[in-house]
C-alpha cells in the first residue's frame, strides 16, 4: 500500500541561471505559505473523422504548468528578495523543490526526493488584505527537469 507524506515540510529554493545539474548556489525562499500544483502534462490534439463521428485523440506537445507560490511577505528574506529581482529579468533561474517523502523506516541517512526545474519569475504581487502576503508564479521550461526520487537510507 503506498504511504502517504504531509507536505508541510517542503522548501523551495532559488538558484542561478547556470546549469541545473552543478547548481550549487541555493537560496531558500522563505515565508512559503503554499506551493501550488504542477508538473508536466501534454497537449491533446484532437481530430473528427468524416462518416463514423469519432473523436480520435493524439498526444501532442510536452509543456510545463505553471508554479504559483503564496508567501507571507517578507522584505528582509533574500529568497524572496531574489524573486523579485529575477522578476525583471527575461532568463530562466534553477529552482529546487525539496519534499519530505521520507518514511518513519527509512533509517539514517534517508532523504527526500526532490524536483529541479529552470522556471522563469513571471509576477510578483502584493495582497495588502488582514495578512500581507506575496504571490509569485514560475514559468517552468520543460526542456529541464530532473527529478530524484527519495532513498531510504541504511535502516
Do not use: H
Request: proline letters at 2%; aromatic letters at 8%.
Amino acid at each position: 500500500m503506498a504511504e502517504g507524506f504531509s507536505g508541510d515540510d517542503a522548501k523551495i529554493y532559488i538558484g542561478g541561471q547556470g546549469d541545473l545539474a552543478t547548481e550549487s548556489n541555493w537560496q531558500e525562499v522563505g515565508g512559503i505559505e503554499e506551493i501550488g500544483e504542477f508538473g508536466i502534462t501534454y497537449a491533446s490534439n484532437s481530430y473528427q473523422t468524416k462518416g463514423d463521428k469519432n473523436t480520435a485523440v493524439v498526444k501532442g506537445a510536452k509543456e510545463a504548468t505553471t508554479l504559483d507560490l503564496t508567501l507571507i511577505r517578507d522584505t528582509l528574506d533574500p529568497g524572496q528578495a531574489d524573486l523579485q529581482d529575477a522578476l525583471d529579468d527575461s532568463c530562466d533561474y534553477n529552482f529546487k523543490i525539496e519534499l519530505n517523502d521520507v518514511n518513519c523506516a527509512g533509517g539514517s541517512g534517508a532523504t527526500g526526493g526532490n524536483i529541479k526545474f529552470k522556471a522563469k519569475v513571471m509576477s510578483y504581487t502584493v495582497n495588502p488584505a488582514d495578512i500581507l502576503r506575496s504571490s509569485t508564479s514560475l514559468g517552468i521550461n520543460t526542456k529541464y527537469w530532473i527529478e530524484t526520487p527519495r532513498t531510504n537510507g541504511a535502516t
